[in-house]
């Protein structure tokens, strides 16, 4: 009755502990993959009020800032910078541009607002068509590798637009077009200074 | 007859200017040419749908380009490495294999081949299980138990011992 009980020889045996470790360490990574791709699904626009990450933009060399056919972001700390996204192929952006064009007019020689128009997954020469028929002045490019649209907003809708603040803080999200050049001149006004 | 002699000259440096410029030209890309690269391209603004397909006025631009990179002599690869620096790498339909990218074509495979290795243990335990149950009379009577836990046979075996020793 003392004698010592086995299973059997094939129930005895279990995978060695570094595989087993492996096992659970590859299922923890999946798990984890999983959890932050379900977070940027939950959360995919930078809310207002956020810090926005530095970024910067390949301009059209008919569309440079002053004579720069690059701009980062952090470079125009001190002005408000209003991020107008848009694409040839989009009808509705074809309606507030000329909205987006007046309020560039009136602001732009202030120096306080710097206007950035970024061309979201778009054929160049149809987007240089664009601008040419809407009339556009502003600084416009592409968005290069669809690098700086995910930034604001991963299911970006066009047009939309996000104005940042003198210190680089997110203060306004459009999503959809302005209506009106009132509209525009609603957000910006209270940002700038003697106005 | 003499007067018209030039004439034929003439016939052959004209008909020479006007065909030049048709040889220079590079032939039309079919639509076959075009689409053997934009299958393997997605909709940069579209989730989940194939250039080659997509019926959005977007992707008709698109697969225009795609004709006009290939009427000026583009390679494939390069057309392609246009719409990555363009629209990013999510536009490729097979990933490149950098960085994250190549757990998309390590992990299927090793899931694959843990997956075989669990089955083949469990089917070696399975068999074990069976064959020492088949020289037990207690699972001969009641096959339904032919898959009982181990440790259960092992105190069968041991009941049926002392069994003996007492008879």
Redesign the interface.
Known sequence: MTEKTSPPAGLRRTAPVWVQVLIWVGLLAVLIVLAIGLFHAQNPILSVGSKVPNFTLTLFDKYPYQTSTQVRLSDLRGKVVVVNFWASWCVTCADEAPYVESAWQEYGPTGQVVFLGVDYTDVDAKALDYLKMYNITYPNGPDLGTRITPIFNRNIAMPETYVVDQQGVLVHQQIGAFQSLAEIQSVIDPLIRGR | MRRFSWVPILVFISLAVWVRPVAAQQPTPSDDEVNAIASQLYC??CENTPLDVCP???CH??R??IRQMLAEGKTTDQIKQYF?????A?VLSEPPRTGFNWLVYI?PP?AFL?GVFLLY?AF??W???AA?SAGDPLHAVAPSHGSAP??E???VS?VEE?LRKRN
């Open positions: 940069p603004v959005t006025q977007a631009d698109w225009e380009l990555v620096d363009h629209y990013g999510r992990v090793l843990l243990r070696r335990t068999k074990l299980v020492e181990a440790a046979n092992e105190y041991r002392e």
